[in-house]
């Protein structure tokens, strides 16, 4: 069975610094990985995912993940952390061939913490 | 842009009562999932619709029903509540390719509801 983990429940970085959310993958196929950022009170927004292609993907407020198939992991990186990218980030898999499941199984979480 | 719409934002209900839920998805998304998010934990799939059908079911109880309208608007009917159903239930919606599994779909979450059973 597809399972996404996320071995951190906190991350604390400081302003300006680079900072990595990480997140592991487990599925018999090729995976389908998101990665999603929940502000308190709100809904989960999209960052990015990837696919197929290149290994380094860019998606929005400067976000960036990195596949790497033979560690199956999908890390989560800024170059340089602000204190709005706080929140709550989440990991998440689609197993491209299972024909019974298009939903996206998440993992636990990371909360991301950015002292000024 | 048009992002997905959920109503109510909150709803606080008895156990034993029944509540419904509902989800707009963003213009030309075909396809429809509802998840469930207890107090911190990670979402949880609980079904999801696509072209008006029932396209996958995972974790959703024989108490909690679902449909997709003809407007592509879904409702979630969640019918003897009980205190665990206390949760935060968030919609998503995504293009589906005409159903292909293969499809690159996104998908786009809403603001949630939060429903307290008390």
């Known amino acids: 069975a597809q399972s996404v983990a996320q071995p951190e429940d906190q991350v604390n970085v400081a302003e300006g610094n680079p900072l990595t959310v990480k997140c592991t993958y487990s599925?018999?196929?090729?995976?389908?990985l998101f990665w999603y950022v929940q502000y308190p009170n709100r809904g989960l927004q999209f960052l990015l995912k990837y696919i197929t292609g290149d290994n380094l993907v860019k998606g929005s407020y400067g976000f960036e993940a990195e596949f790497n198939k033979s560690q199956t992991s999908f890390h989560l990186k800024k170059p340089s952390a602000l204190v709005s990218d706080s929140a709550l980030y989440f990991c998440a898999v689609r197993f491209l061939m299972d024909t019974g499941r298009r939903a996206l199984t998440f993992g636990s979480g990371t909360r991301l913490q950015v002292q000024p | 842009a048009a992002g997905v719409i959920q109503s109510p934002r909150h709803l606080i209900k008895e156990k034993r009562e029944t509540a419904t839920l509902k989800c707009y998805p963003i213009p030309r998304h075909d396809t429809v999932y509802w998840y469930q998010q207890g107090p911190g934990q990670d979402p949880q799939f609980l079904i999801s619709f696509y072209e008006k059908m029932q396209s996958d079911k995972g974790s959703i109880p024989d108490r909690f029903s679902a449909q997709q309208f003809s407007d592509y608007h879904s409702e979630l009917n969640m019918s003897s509540l009980e205190l665990g159903d206390s949760a935060l239930y968030f919609c998503a919606s995504s293009s589906g390719l005409a159903g292909r599994v293969e499809s690159t779909d996104t998908q786009y979450f809403g603001p949630g509801t939060r429903l307290t059973v008390l």
């Open positions: 599925v018999s196929g090729n995976p389908y």
